[in-house]
């Protein structure tokens, strides 16, 4: 078992921008309430930011939605799927890029959100979510 844990610091940011996912989650009239079926909403938010984004082409801000949500889905994780933990860096992936350990995998939930926000469907962060997630854990 790996005892690793998420510095202190790392936490509160995560907890902070929760509390902005589920702002932006009321704007959208979407419940987020930390189950899996959640993140179906998730994907229906950045679905819609993902439209917006290809009819403005102003990216502004939205990196910051990637986050919150992001950490939203590690949080969901955390709540419904046992021990995890997360850093700010991976040596790979680099800076900021926040790999979040669950078990003996490494997944990037705000990478994920990134990329659904900017390149569109074919990144269903339902869908990843689901495979790595969900059906990793029936296994």
């Not at 419940?31 to 189950?35: A, G, I, Q, R, V």
């Given at each position: 078992m790996n005892a690793q844990k998420t510095n202190p610091e790392l936490n509160e940011l995560k907890s902070d921008m929760v509390k902005y996912a589920l702002e932006v989650g009321q704007i959208f009239e979407l419940?987020?309430?930390?189950?899996d079926n959640s993140i179906k909403n998730v994907e229906k938010i950045l679905s819609e930011i993902h439209t917006e984004y290809i009819n403005t082409q102003n990216d502004e801000g939205l990196n910051g939605i990637a986050i919150q949500f992001g950490f939203y889905i590690m949080e969901t994780i955390e709540r419904n799927h046992g021990k995890t933990w997360?850093?700010?860096?991976?040596?790979?992936?680099?800076?900021?890029s926040f790999p979040f350990?669950?078990?003996?995998?490494?997944?990037?939930?705000?990478?994920?959100?990134?990329?659904?926000?900017?390149?569109?469907?074919?990144?269903?962060?339902?869908a990843k979510y689901n495979?790595?997630?969900?059906?990793?854990?029936?296994?």
């Open positions: 419940n987020l309430d930390f189950t997360f850093e700010r860096n991976h040596k790979d992936f680099g800076e900021n350990y669950l078990n003996e995998t490494t997944l990037f939930p705000i990478g994920w959100c990134q990329k659904r926000i900017f390149d569109g469907p074919d990144d269903n962060i339902w495979i790595t997630v969900i059906e990793k854990r029936i296994e």
